[in-house]
């Protein structure tokens, strides 16, 4: 059964259009809207994930920082959407202690990407991650926002290779 957790990004919300595609491709769907500044916020994204059983976490941006962090807590798979690796220092979600080592990872990384350099990601996977809990890929027409036609291809390629 699949059951997907989906984090949006940093000032942003799940729209409507996006949630339709995700539901294609799960049996149950959790995506709540996430003020990413709330004191709270760690224990609010582990409560959400356990309470929804997810065992596949899709985020974008601050989301997909956030999908790293919970992949590591609930040993699942994670698709990341240019993921706000760089803000890792200042964030207020923790790796966790104990780290449940089931966990992998896609990354899908823009090239034209103005707001978070793909380059810098891959430095962070590569210092920080073992190269078998991730693949990543550059795609050379994406931008920082993630247009629905790549959300859905990179969502149905990810669902397809799990």
Known sequence: MKKILYLHGLDSFPTEEK???????????????????????????????????????????MGGLSAYILAKY??????LFNPAFIKMNNYAFAL?????????????????????????????????????TYQYIIL????????VETFENEIHNFINEI
């Open 140 to 147: 050379p027409k994406l931008a920082h926002r993630i247009d």
């Open 96 to 132: 966790p202690t104990q780290i449940n080592e089931n966990y992998t990872y896609k990354v899908v990384l823009g090239a034209l990407d103005d707001v978070i350099d793909h380059q810098k990601s891959i430095d962070f996977l590569a210092n920080n991650e073992k190269n078998n």
């Open 19 to 61: 949630l339709n595609i995700l539901k294609k491709f799960c049996d149950e769907l959790t995506a709540p809207l996430i003020d990413y500044r709330r004191p709270d916020l760690q224990s609010f994204l582990l409560e959400t994930a356990q309470n929804c059983g997810a065992n596949i976490l899709i985020g974008s941006s």
């Open 74 to 79: 609930l040993g699942c798979k994670a698709l």
